[in-house]
């Protein structure tokens, strides 16, 4: 089974400040996804990452995924209150995802 | 607008009733997925279907009675839940077995009463 680490659980930062998220596990994966959700919503993806070093950017998010692919990053660079929200990166096993608890962001104004 | 629509967005139910969410997607998606979501719990998969085929039940209770009479249709059938039950269910859809992501609904909010 393959065991992804998410951290930290919460976040609470001042906008514009920057933050980084971590997704660790011990297993390679073939593939890492990032989702948002925002209450009372479902989760939206954010980006698929595939490759081994691969670096990904989405307006101010940069998501990264490490050289041996069992690890992964997503970087907030100047937050703003509309980063709020569940960060989550999912374990993908054949043909559905398992989500853990994510990382809880609050980003006041 | 994501691509997953789901019916109704608020539910309250007795005990006692039955009723069923609804799912849709016409996004091309060859498989379909059922969530629950608890106040601060991880999303817990119920279901999985491919080509209208379910190929995994996560050990759900028979209270809850899947459907998918298409490849853009999804149901669940709600009988004689239980309060705990309540909880935000969420539909998702995937092409390639979701290798590069899932498209969610925004989810019905059961209360169960």
């Known amino acids: 089974t393959q065991l992804l680490e998410q951290s930290p659980q919460f976040l609470s930062i001042q906008e514009g400040e920057n933050l980084t998220v971590y997704c660790n596990s011990s297993s390679v994966f073939s593939s890492l996804q990032w989702y948002r959700q925002e209450p009372g919503e479902g989760p939206v993806l954010l980006v698929t990452?595939?490759?081994?070093?691969e670096v990904k950017k989405l307006k101010r998010l940069t998501f990264q995924f490490g050289d041996a692919r069992k690890d992964s990053s997503l970087h907030i660079t100047a937050a703003q209150p509309g980063d709020t929200g569940l960060y989550l990166c999912?374990?993908?096993?054949?043909?559905?995802?398992?989500f853990g608890t994510g990382t809880r962001l609050q980003v006041f104004p | 607008e994501t691509g997953v629509t789901q019916t109704p967005r608020h539910l309250v139910m007795g005990m006692t009733n039955k009723k069923s969410l609804k799912c849709e997607q016409h996004?091309?998606?060859?498989?379909m997925y059922w969530y629950k979501q608890s106040a601060k719990k991880p999303l817990e998969l119920m279901f999985v279907?491919?080509?209208?085929?379910?190929?995994e039940n996560n050990s759900v209770p028979s209270r809850f009675s899947p459907e998918c009479p298409n490849s853009s249709h999804l149901f669940l059938h709600l009988h004689t839940l239980q309060p705990e039950d309540s909880a935000l269910y969420l539909c998702a859809s995937s092409q390639f077995a979701g290798y590069y992501g899932y498209t969610f609904g925004s989810g019905t909010r059961l209360t169960v009463v």
């Open positions: 279907y491919n080509f209208k085929e379910q190929t």
């Open positions: 999912p374990r993908y096993n054949t043909d559905k995802l398992i």
């Open positions: 990452v595939v490759t081994g070093g």
């Open positions: 996004l091309g998606h060859n498989a």
